[in-house]
């Protein structure tokens, strides 16, 4: 049974930092794509970040510059790193694995930006 488990929650003030772990069991993490989406109320689901089998990288235009994404092989675990925040940013985050047919979803990690 795959799962993917996000970590990292948190209620962080504008400008501030926050990192998200999406630790995968059930699969090898660094055979799929990983990608981070987030939806915000009221708004529909969007792609943040994503990171391919081969290490190439793509983000929302809103958070280049700003957010990072990467994996941890040995820990079957990829990450978001998150800097300067904004209140815009507060959402639900959730991790994401495909390839080909098989997608997989985490239950998503509540991210709030406020002061």
Do not use: H
């Not at 772990?21 to 799929?32: E, T, V």
């Not at 040995?74 to 998150?82: G, I």
Request: glycine residues 10%; aromatic residues 10%.
């Amino acid at each position: 049974q795959v799962q993917l488990v996000e970590s990292g929650v948190g209620l962080v003030q504008p400008g501030g930092s926050l990192r998200l772990a999406c630790a995968a069991s059930g699969i090898i993490f660094n055979r799929y794509i990983a990608a981070w989406y987030r939806q915000a109320p009221g708004e529909q689901r969007e792609l943040v970040a994503l990171l391919t089998t081969a290490g190439g990288t793509n983000y929302k235009d809103s958070v280049k510059g700003r957010f990072s994404i990467s994996r941890d092989n040995a820990k079957n675990t990829v990450y978001l790193q998150m800097n300067s925040l904004k209140p815009e940013d507060t959402a639900v985050y959730y991790c994401n694995a495909y390839l080909l047919a098989s997608k997989y979803w985490g239950l998503g990690t509540q991210v709030t930006v406020s002061s």
